[in-house]
Nanobody
């Protein structure tokens, strides 16, 4: 089993910044893709950004140029630096990881964190 623990959410004024962290622990051999998703009230959960083990990144158009995803493979941790926040960024942010649990298998399993609230006041 794998646990993802997020931190860093909170309340910030429009134009401000926050940095989210997500640490994975448990039965982990290798984590291929790590990412962040968000869900605003009454809306579906949407991709924010993903990063591969080799540091290739992908961003939603709405956050390009404002958010930066990074990771520390040695710590199994992914970060999301969020700058120039606006009210449309208000949501619960979820960490997501695709985990290979053992060197004996090529199977990968998807895990989610519990979510951290980000609220941007205008």
């Amino acid at each position: 089993q794998v646990q993802l623990v997020e931190s860093g959410g909170g309340l910030v004024h429009s134009g401000g910044s926050l940095r989210l962290s997500c640490a994975a622990s448990g039965r982990i051999f290798r984590i291929n893709v790590m990412g962040w998703y968000r869900q605003a009230p009454g809306k579906q959960r949407d991709l924010v950004a993903t990063i591969t083990r080799g540091a290739s990144t992908n961003y939603a158009d709405s956050v390009k140029g404002r958010f930066t995803i990074s990771r520390d493979n040695a710590k199994n941790t992914v970060y999301l630096q969020m700058n120039s926040l606006n009210a449309e960024d208000t949501a619960v942010y979820y960490c997501n990881s695709l985990v290979r649990p053992s060197a004996l298998t090529m199977n990968e399993y998807e895990y989610w964190g519990q979510g951290t609230q980000v609220t941007v006041s205008s």
